[in-house]
């Protein structure tokens, strides 16, 4: 059985991955190979699921807490992505691959790109995320975005940023 995707972690995974969407815009040439990524993020407000009423009380406000703990709080992603030429060249990675994102470019500058992303979840939320990604150089690229879940009335805001650097011609095992 497929295990649905968190509305907060699909919001992480478009907002740390925003970088990606410049080459719509055909981005400069990025250096294929292996890339490391590091997103800073921090959000206000908590996304509660719909059938959290079915948990008895202790449970339900433990659960409450803990969502406000990891809804709310600055962290930092880490990642690494091999990106080869072929992902480069037909943009097959970030939240937009999978179909299920519509992405817009909205203005573009010789290294800036302002993007907006809609995403729906299979959880009932509705998820949009805009931002500005910078290629510094062919192998570094730096990101600021804000996305928001609504789900039954309740808002979630985040705000990341984060940047990318190539770090090797060879992946070795990360795909």
């Known amino acids: 059985m497929k ?3 968190r509305p907060t972690a699909l919001l992480l995974i478009c907002v740390s991955a925003l970088w990606a969407l410049p080459c719509l815009a ?14 800073n993020t921090t959000g206000s407000g908590v996304v509660m699921p719909p059938n959290i009423d079915r948990l008895p009380p202790a449970m339900r406000e433990k659960f409450r807490q803990a969502m406000i703990n990891i809804e709310t709080k600055p962290h930092t992603i880490k990642y690494k992505q091999c990106l080869t030429a072929e992902k ?4 097959k990675w970030g939240p937009s691959s999978d179909g299920k994102c519509k992405s817009t470019v909205t203005q573009t500058t010789a290294d800036t790109w302002n993007f907006s992303e809609q995403c729906p979840d299979n959880n009932g939320a509705q998820i949009e995320v805009t931002g500005s990604a910078r290629v ?39 795909k």
């Open 3 to 5: 295990t649905p995707v």
């Open 26 to 39: 055909g981005a400069p040439s990025l250096s294929p190979g292996l890339w490391d990524y590091t997103s």
């Open 88 to 91: 480069i060249a037909h943009m």
């Open 136 to 174: 510094a150089n062919s192998r570094h690229i730096e990101w600021d975005g804000q996305g928001e879940i609504r789900m039954g009335g309740q808002v979630h805001h985040m705000k990341s940023h984060g940047e990318g650097r190539w770090v090797s011609a060879d992946c070795g095992n990360v």
